[in-house]
């Protein structure tokens, strides 16, 4: 049964994420997010902020500063659909003004002091994190079996073009890739640091399973990568798993998959329809 009262949702980051998020929001149908409403965005981008706003049918205030987002009226949640950056400036924030927080941008939770005081903001005030299954799959299996696991692997796939401009890249700009190339071979917790915006998929796996310093990541920059490819393999008492998952890139945003909006706007969903949900 519906929850009889609007679900409110801020937005941070208007840009492609932040936008097919927010245009799902209080659209019946497939896809959509009915019995909610977008209240206010938050961009450093004004124009962007004010665009996004004309376009939705509530016609949320657009702002640039974080306190007068925050001070603009009842939020029930803030979906951030920015950056890691954007997590670090305003997720104690949010937390601290009693909201729940989405985190699109799961990655800023490997930088242990950020990961504590996000979790200190949410145990004082009650207020949620949840972080969706971005581009991934197979997270319920995870936690069922984190107690058991010894290994976890991710091999992520990716064009050289969606790769572009990531730290982790740097020794490969200009340089013509014409076969696989692996250019990164080491823990989660190095992997998100130099791959900011292409492996949050790293930390989630991380945080559902072993953590940031035991779970291997491999990347791959390969020119004839049929998408944004991720495989994962864990072993362990429970036995082994392994799935694979080709996830074409976003339309607007090829550093991050299709999937991983599709995740957060699943996530807003289950929060308005709290029913029966399969596998979570």
């Known amino acids: 049964m519906r929850q009889a009262k609007t679900l409110e949702i801020g937005v941070i980051g208007c840009g492609s994420m932040g936008a097919e998020l927010a245009g799902a929001v209080g659209r019946d149908g497939p896809g959509g997010i009915p019995g909610a409403r977008v209240t206010a965005l938050l961009d450093i981008d004004a124009e962007q902020g004010r665009s996004l706003a004309s376009s939705l049918a509530s016609h949320p205030t657009s702002f640039t500063v974080e306190s007068e987002f925050l001070a603009c009226g009842q939020m029930d949640i803030v979906a951030e659909c920015a950056s890691q950056i954007a997590v670090r400036e305003h997720g104690a924030a949010v937390l601290s003004s009693g909201i729940s927080l989405l985190l699109m941008s799961s990655g800023a939770l490997m930088d242990p002091e950020l990961f504590e ?17 971005g581009a991934v799959g197979g997270i319920d299996a995870l936690r069922a079996v984190q107690a058991d696991l010894k290994s976890v692997t991710i091999v992520s796939t990716k064009r050289p073009a969606a ?5 982790g890249f740097a020794d490969w ?12 071979d080491g823990p989660a917790a190095d992997a998100v640091k130099l791959f900011p915006a292409n492996v949050n998929v790293a930390a989630t796996v991380s945080l559902a399973g072993i953590g940031p310093e035991r779970t291997m990541v491999r990347v791959v920059a390969d020119p004839e990568a049929p998408g944004n490819v991720h495989e994962i393999r864990a072993t362990g008492g429970f036995g082994e798993f392994n799935f694979r998952l080709v996830n074409r890139p976003h339309p607007k945003n090829p550093k991050t998959s299709h999937l991983a909006v599709l ?4 996530s807003l969903r289950a929060l308005v329809n709290p029913g029966m949900r399969v596998g979570t």
């Open 173 to 184: 700009e200009g340089r013509e890739i014409t076969e696989p190339v692996t250019v990164f």
């Open 163 to 167: 790769l572009s401009g990531a730290p």
């Open 263 to 266: 995740a957060a706007i699943e």
């Open 117 to 133: 005081s996000l979790n200190a903001a949410s145990a004082a005030t009650g207020a949620q994190i949840i972080v969706p299954s």
